[in-house]
Nanobody
Framework: QVQLVESGGGFVQAGGSLRLSCAAS????????MGWYRQASGKQLELVAR???????NYADSVKGRFTISSDAASNTWYLQMNDLKPEDTAVYSC???????????????WGQGTQVTVSS
């Protein structure tokens, strides 16, 4: 009913940049929240960046000043611009959204499939 499709991951050298995209499609009535999470090998899932209401954003301390979350409401797409990448940013990045579908009154959490970001030193 709702699909989140990510793109933009890959391999980059330290100091480089990547831009991730997440496009939501399906039976969408509204998207109430959206964000990016990551999970490095052997570590727990952690929040990277998210919209917390309106245009307000929240970032992990480790990415502040380097990553920027943005969105295009018209296309139900949001982005994660990642600059000055470091080897410790290597992880699988997943987008997440709280979506109210056309057949529900509540919002449910949906996840993308994940995209690998690898940063070499």
């Amino acid at each position: 009913q709702v699909q989140l499709v990510e793109s933009g991951g890959g391999f980059v050298q330290a100091g480089g940049s990547l831009r991730l995209s997440c496009a939501a499609s399906g039976s969408i009535f509204s998207i109430n929240a959206m964000g990016w999470y990551r999970q490095a090998s052997g570590k727990q899932l952690e929040l990277v960046a998210r919209f917390t209401g309106g245009a307000n954003t929240n970032y992990a301390d480790s990415v502040k000043g380097r990553f920027t979350i943005s969105s295009d409401a018209a296309s139900n797409t949001w982005y994660l611009q990642m600059n000055d990448l470091k080897p410790e940013d290597t992880a699988v990045y997943s987008c997440n959204a709280a979506v109210r579908t056309t057949t529900s009154r509540a919002a449910y959490s949906f996840w993308g499939q994940g995209t690998q970001v690898t940063v070499s030193s």
